[in-house]
């Protein structure tokens, strides 16, 4: 399947391209550094607002989820109709903003309403990206371009996991967030003197949020991708909010051990996975004709990901373990640049920021809104039978997840052709 459009959709030159792209990613990593912070604060969070697994899933998860996914569309579709980067913009300084908040939270229901501000700043910063992306870059480049936007995403969580514990562990908990949340602010200035939006084609204006939806609505590939996603977020989120915890009950990490250990295994592995996902999407699908593919490469990744948490909360030796973590995140994280890929390709650019939007609402609040929260409660409630260790048991149920995605994901590759739009 060729595109119609230039090499060089938006006219912007390849060195520009990637300036754009550096600050996208700069911007998603702030997005997930504010996401992921939480993890590794979890432990001393817990200890002195004296909060539950159960009431920790839902700090992680659905504080964040309810307000972020809800007012993704309606913010997405203002982006489709103004100014993408101003949306990204502002949205970047209201979620570092509520992020330093977090640091002066008395208990859980003053931390509960800061995540809620989190996720209502995040709401803004992800969908007009993928669209940004779908403008400025040529369909065989596609998947790789939202493959390395993606590297936000184990970046993000690596200096998360990594910067807030060392922060903590140097001052205190409260620090880590008001450091975090200041550092996103002053970025926001750069990020809005770099990035411009494309230009828009003239045959395609901007259309309304409902034609968008029922486009979608009709389109088997959106709804299989997406419920696909979402099984697999829901592993996903959860075991990389609550390993930090495992590393340190489980395994008696310390505190600066773990914050490294963490950071170190994300990272690497999670650029790997999304490097090579959106390198084999843009070869196999974009280049051939082959959209199927887009939803074939997330299902290999998650067989294979799926036994690798069983081995590495076995093994005794760290650096197996080490390795075993990096193999199942990069695994777990190759449905990401094809899928995103794809629900792009389901909608005509005038509709970009919307059809992805709509994607992550569904994504989020349920992968994201459930996942964390699902360890958490599966704790508290296998606690009585497995005392400090139930936390390592309800990951272990969790990992199910991953199984329900393959079968959905294969499905999904069946009918990609048919609903595809260049």
């Given at each position: 399947?060729?595109?119609?459009?230039?090499?060089?959709?938006?006219?912007?030159?390849p060195?520009?391209?990637?300036?754009?792209?550096?600050?996208?990613?700069?911007?998603?990593?702030?997005?997930?550094?504010d996401?992921?912070?939480?993890?590794?604060?979890?432990?001393?969070?817990?200890?002195?607002?004296?909060?539950?697994?159960g009431?920790?899933?839902?700090?992680?998860?659905?504080?964040?989820?309810?307000?972020?996914?809800?007012?993704?569309?309606?913010i997405?579709?203002?982006?489709?109709?103004?100014?993408?980067?101003?949306?990204?913009?502002?949205?970047?300084?209201?979620?570092?903003?509520?992020?330093?908040?977090?640091?002066a939270?008395?208990?859980?229901?003053?931390?509960?309403?800061?995540?809620?501000?989190?996720?209502?700043?995040?709401?803004?910063?992800?969908a007009?990206?993928?669209?940004?992306?779908?403008?400025?870059?040529?369909?065989?480049?596609?998947?790789?371009?939202?493959?390395?936007?993606?590297?936000?995403?184990?970046?993000?969580?690596?200096c998360?996991?990594?910067?807030?514990?060392?922060?903590?562990?140097?001052?205190?908990?409260?620090?880590?967030?008001?450091?975090?949340?200041?550092?996103?602010?002053?970025?926001?200035v750069?990020?809005?003197?770099?990035?411009?939006?494309?230009?828009?084609?003239?045959?395609?204006?901007?259309?309304?949020?409902?034609p968008?939806l029922?486009?979608?609505?009709?389109?088997?590939?959106?709804?299989?991708l997406?419920f696909?996603?979402?099984?697999?977020?829901?592993?996903?989120?959860?075991?990389?909010?609550?390993?930090?915890?495992?590393l340190?009950?489980?395994?008696?990490?310390?505190?600066?051990?773990?914050?490294?250990?963490?950071?170190?295994?994300?990272?690497?592995?999670?650029?790997?996975?999304?490097?090579?996902?959106?390198?084999?999407?843009?070869?196999?699908?974009?280049?051939?004709g082959r959209?199927?593919?887009?939803?074939?490469?997330?299902?290999?990744?998650?067989?294979?990901?799926?036994?690798?948490f069983?081995?590495?909360?076995?093994?005794?030796?760290?650096?197996?373990?080490?390795?075993?973590?990096?193999?199942?995140?990069?695994?777990?994280?190759?449905?990401?640049?094809?899928?995103?890929?794809?629900?792009?390709?389901?909608?005509p650019?005038?509709?970009?920021?919307?059809?992805?939007?709509?994607?992550?609402?569904?994504?989020?609040?349920?992968?994201l809104?459930?996942?964390?929260?699902?360890?958490?409660?599966?704790?508290?409630?296998?606690?009585?039978?497995?005392?400090?260790?139930?936390?390592?048991y309800?990951?272990?149920?969790?990992?199910?997840?991953?199984?329900?995605?393959v079968?959905?994901?294969?499905?999904?590759?069946?009918?990609?052709?048919r609903?595809?739009?260049?």
């Amino acid at each position: 399947m060729s595109d119609p459009r230039p090499a060089n959709p938006a006219g912007f030159s390849p060195a520009y391209r990637a300036a754009v792209l550096a600050m996208l990613i700069g911007a998603y990593t702030f997005n997930f550094i504010d996401r992921q912070i939480l993890s590794i604060l979890a432990p001393a969070i817990q200890a002195e607002l004296k909060l539950d697994d159960g009431q920790m899933g839902l700090m992680g998860g659905l504080a964040f989820a309810l307000l972020y996914t809800t007012l993704g569309v309606p913010i997405a579709a203002l982006a489709d109709r103004t100014s993408r980067t101003w949306v990204m913009t502002v949205a970047l300084a209201v979620w570092s903003g509520f992020t330093a908040l977090c640091g002066a939270a008395t208990g859980f229901w003053s931390l509960f309403l800061a995540r809620v501000g989190v996720g209502i700043g995040e709401a803004g910063g992800v969908a007009p990206a993928y669209a940004l992306i779908g403008d400025a870059f040529p369909a065989d480049q596609r998947a790789r371009a939202t493959a390395v936007y993606a590297f936000g995403i184990p970046i993000g969580t690596a200096c998360g996991y990594l910067f807030g514990g060392l922060i903590a562990h140097a001052f205190d908990w409260r620090v880590s967030f008001v450091a975090i949340g200041l550092a996103g602010l002053l970025f926001a200035v750069p990020f809005r003197l770099v990035v411009r939006d494309p230009p828009r084609p003239a045959a395609a204006a901007p259309l309304q949020l409902g034609p968008t939806l029922r486009l979608l609505a009709g389109k088997p590939s959106f709804w299989l991708l997406t419920f696909a996603s979402t099984c697999a977020s829901v592993c996903g989120y959860g075991l990389s909010f609550w390993v930090p915890t495992f590393l340190k009950r489980s395994l008696a990490m310390g505190d600066v051990d773990r914050a490294w250990f963490s950071a170190g295994f994300y990272l690497l592995g999670g650029l790997a996975g999304l490097w090579a996902s959106g390198l084999v999407g843009d070869r196999l699908a974009a280049a051939k004709g082959r959209p199927g593919v887009y939803a074939l490469i997330p299902a290999v990744g998650l067989v294979a990901a799926a036994p690798l948490f069983f081995l590495a909360a076995s093994v005794p030796w760290l650096p197996a373990a080490f390795v075993l973590l990096a193999l199942m995140i990069g695994l777990g994280l190759t449905w990401l640049p094809p899928v995103l890929t794809a629900a792009q390709m389901l909608a005509p650019p005038s509709m970009r920021s919307t059809a992805a939007a709509a994607f992550l609402l569904i994504n989020n609040l349920i992968g994201l809104g459930l996942g964390t929260y699902y360890f958490g409660a599966m704790s508290n409630l296998l606690k009585p039978h497995f005392g400090a260790e139930s936390l390592r048991y309800a990951m272990y149920s969790g990992v199910a997840f991953y199984g329900l995605a393959v079968v959905l994901f294969i499905l999904a590759s069946r009918t990609l052709r048919r609903d595809w739009v260049d």
